[in-house]
Structures are given as C-alpha cells and as structure tokens.
C-alpha cells in the first residue's frame, strides 16, 4: 500500500557503495516524468547525476552537504519558467489560470510548486524499490542569491538556460546504516481540521 511507503520511507544521509541499475533509476525518473501537472504544463526538467565531477560540484552548491557527494546518482530537479508559454497558458487573461499575470514572483511560485509532485512521486517509487533518498533545499540558486558565482557555473554546466532554476536535489543510495523505526511527526490533529482550522475531524 502507498500508505506504508508513505510511513517507511525517511531521509537517509550515509550511503553505501552498491550502485542503482540503470534500469531502477529509469523507473524514478519515470514516476517524475508521469507525476501530475495542470493543463499538462510539465514545468520541470529532470537531470541524473552519476559523475563525481558533477556531484562533487552540486555538493559544494548545496553548502557542502557530504550526502550530496556521496550519494551513488543524483536527481537535479528544474524549474522551467518557460514551459507555461510553451504549454500555451499564457493565452488565458485570468492570473488564476496564467501565472505569468502575477508578475515574476506569482510565476516562480507557481512553478516552483508544481516541481513538488514529480519530486514526490520520484522518492516514493525509490522507496519501493529499496533504494532510500533525500532531498536537498539548502543550494546556491535564484532564491537564496548565495554562491552566485558557482551557480553560475553548474547553471551553465547543467545546461539550464536563465528561465531555469535548480529547485532542488534528491540524492539516491541503499542505506548504508539501519533507518530508525519511527517516523516523528506533528499528530494528525494538529495539521489536519475539518471545515476550519482548529476543528478536529
């Protein structure tokens, strides 16, 4: 059940060296690739990461996160600004339906939402498929304006042209370490309401 994924899968820092197939990293990639998106707009790009080079790089992005390094592959995960256009979105005059009326904010938020879903579906499938994952906030890029030089370069590395942003990065390895049994989370009465917050359901 997905539920059980949901409660098992937990950020894993310490990896071992057993490679992902080709094949496993294919079926994640794949789940993002199929994860859903209003109006099919899509406005992602996915890129693997299995060089040293590269990773080593995205580790020094990330402000030095030894997991970024370490992990066997990474997914950089892109927020493609131009892809409402692309999708013909922009055609609408509403700025509920055409986030490009919001101005350059309202549109990277929108954007940067909707990168949320493949990044999901991706953690859970590896979850499923035994490999654990984590994913990376804390990186050099458009919003946080630290590390605008290296930025610059694994922007320009990556390909990404400047309607692209790097949102964030899953790594991807098998545990090298026993995960803890119990996942801590706020109870479901303190997030969940019916009707209004503070109602209990």
Known sequence: MITDLIKSRKSVRKYSDKHISDEDLKTILEAGRLAPSWMNVQSWKLILVKSQENKDLLSELSIGQQHVKNADALIVCV??????????????????????????????????????????????????????????????NEITEINKDLYKKVKDKLGLNDKQILSTIITLGYASEPTPANKTRKDFDEVVSLEKIGNNF
């Open 79 to 140: 927020a493609d600004l131009n892809a409402w256009e692309e999708a013909g979105i922009t055609k609408f005059d509403n700025p509920a339906l055409n986030p490009a009326l919001q101005g350059e904010n309202g549109l990277l938020i929108r954007t940067m939402e909707q990168v949320i879903y493949p990044v999901s579906y991706m953690m859970l499938t590896a979850e499923s498929l035994g490999i654990s994952s984590c994913i990376i906030g804390a990186i050099g």
